[in-house]
């Protein structure tokens, strides 16, 4: 008999990451296109966009009378997601219970001995074929009296009696482009960028990375591979997102869209040519801006209105604790090339690694307003408990929370700062550096990047400063209200 199931995002806030906008989870929307293939009735309901509590989402849940209740997560959410279930099988004690994601793919010994009354399962990296294979033994009356089933599908972690098992390895989908998301279970008038005011979907040209950053994981996720869209499969489903559900901004979920840089180029010949007049943004290392130096008008022609190139440092001994392979003279070059070819530019700078001084985040601070991105964040370096950095600073690790995981909270402790010294220094460095974003912009001729630009640091001035971590920690000019009204205006 199928089984119905219900898929979850956790109610987790930091306040950090939504500020900009709402977006869809596209593993789910993987998951539930799998599931519901197989002949299953599925659902998809996303806690964390709809800001509801743990106890406004339990209500849903029991009235869907789900049969099975999944939940993704990644290190900050995963004690939101545990608690779900938790209240789940409280609740619905005959509900079959799994959590997914990346986290739970190398913490899944941790989980099941930390929350093993309340998590019946846990999927072990990509999903689709796993929770299919799954469904297809919970739907035998044997379960939960004889699990003997379950080691017999790759990819899964769980309890029988007092014994963890975890099965073999599960191999990864040869043709991603075989994958389909339900896209029609997503309730869409819940996802916008809130920067342009466009409807707001995530998706993904290809999975995976080959580069080994010490600080990632992505890399051991997808066991170190690199598998492909075709651009016509891909470029089809942006014009099924655009006609169909109304989409005009897209963010690329791939860790690297631009490895192969013949086929990237395809998907930006496929865009022009066929004028899907959409927005997109997207995360790229700084060795492709440099390489693809004389196509960059093209990415612009064909949509790409922002992208975030893997700066993390202006020291090249920290890009090389990070395994970065990188020079730091490359990062400058791509901001500045990026710059010129009128893209939103971002990158991220990675504080308070072991020998972090003041003077050393000074200097961090002076090289991010010379690299010149429009937006840069100043994050805590955030061992997560499965990347190889975390055996060299877990003599340094003073925050075991895993919710404070997300890269504005300091988790080790530097030989040199405190983690409060740490803390105002990098409030610091986003106020100074905004303040000399902000001047920049209010004087700068009218065009589509200057609206951009405004309308994001008025957001993160209202969101992270004022609201949330900054603490009011930069006073805007007085102009920017009157300047901000006209905001936004056509200038693509």
């Not at 608690?83 to 913490?107: N, S």
């Not at 469904?135 to 044997?142: R, Y």
């Not at 010490?214 to 014009?239: G, I, M």
């Not at 409030?427 to 303040?435: L, R």
Request: glycine share 6%; net charge negative; proline share 5%.
């Amino acid at each position: 008999m199928p089984k119905r199931v219900l898929l979850l995002t956790p109610p987790y806030h930091t306040g950090i990451i939504e500020i900009t906008g709402k977006w869809p989870p596209l593993s789910l929307a993987y998951l539930a296109g799998a599931l519901r293939g197989a002949g299953h009735p599925v659902e998809i309901y996303d806690i964390m966009t709809k800001n509801h509590t743990l106890e406004e989402a339990i209500d849903r849940i029991i009235a869907f009378q789900p049969e099975v209740v999944m939940i993704g997560a990644f290190t900050a959410s995963i004690n939101a997601a545990l608690e779900t279930l938790r209240v789940v099988k409280q609740e619905l004690p005959q509900v079959i219970t799994a959590v997914g994601g990346i986290h739970a793919t190398f913490c899944w010994e941790e989980i099941l001995e930390e929350w093993g009354p309340w998590v019946d399962l846990v999927v072990v990296g990509e999903g689709e074929v796993t929770v299919v294979e799954l469904l297809s033994v919970l739907e035998k009356p044997a379960w939960p009296d004889n699990k003997t089933a379950l080691g017999g599908i790759p990819g899964i972690a769980y309890r029988q009696d007092s014994q963890i098992i975890k099965t073999a390895e599960r191999q990864l989908v040869a043709n991603i482009d075989k994958l389909v998301p339900a896209w029609d279970l997503l309730e869409w008038d819940d996802y916008y960028y809130r920067i342009t005011g466009e409807r707001l979907a995530v998706v993904g040209s290809s999975r995976g990375c080959p580069h080994k950053c010490s600080f990632c994981s992505q890399y051991k996720f997808w066991c170190s591979t690199y598998r492909e869209r075709s651009p016509e499969s891909f470029v089809a489903e942006l014009e099924f997102l655009r006609d169909d559900y109304g989409v005009q901004m897209c963010m690329l979920a791939d860790e690297y869209p631009t490895y192969n840089r013949e086929r990237f180029e395809a998907i930006l010949d496929l865009i022009i040519a066929r004028d899907l007049g959409m927005h997109f943004s997207m995360e790229t290392r700084v060795e492709d801006i440099l390489r693809d130096a004389d196509i960059l008008d093209k990415y612009r022609r064909a949509g790409i209105i922002h992208v975030y190139a893997g700066v993390e440092s202006t020291h090249q001994q920290v890009l090389d604790l990070f395994n970065k392979e990188s020079k730091v003279d490359s990062g400058k070059l791509a901001i500045r090339l990026l710059n010129e070819a009128g893209i939103v530019t971002e990158c991220s700078f990675i504080l308070g690694h072991p020998e972090e001084t003041r003077e050393s985040v000074d200097e961090t601070l002076q090289q991010a307003i010379e690299y010149n991105p429009d937006l840069a964040h100043f994050l805590m370096i955030t061992p997560w408990p499965y990347a190889d950095i975390y055996k060299e600073l877990e003599p340094l690790i003073m925050e075991r929370d895993y919710s404070k995981y997300h890269l504005v909270h300091p988790i080790i402790q530097p030989k040199n700062l405190t983690r409060e010294e740490l803390w105002e220094k990098v409030i610091d460095c986003f106020a100074q550096f905004y303040k000399h974003k902000t001047k920049q912009y209010l004087s700068a001729p009218d065009s589509f990047k200057k609206d951009y630009m405004l309308k994001s640091i008025r957001i993160m001035h209202e969101e992270f400063f004022s609201h949330n971590f900054g603490r009011n920690a930069i006073a805007m000019p007085e102009r920017f209200n009157e300047i901000m009204k006209n905001s936004l205006k056509t200038h693509v």
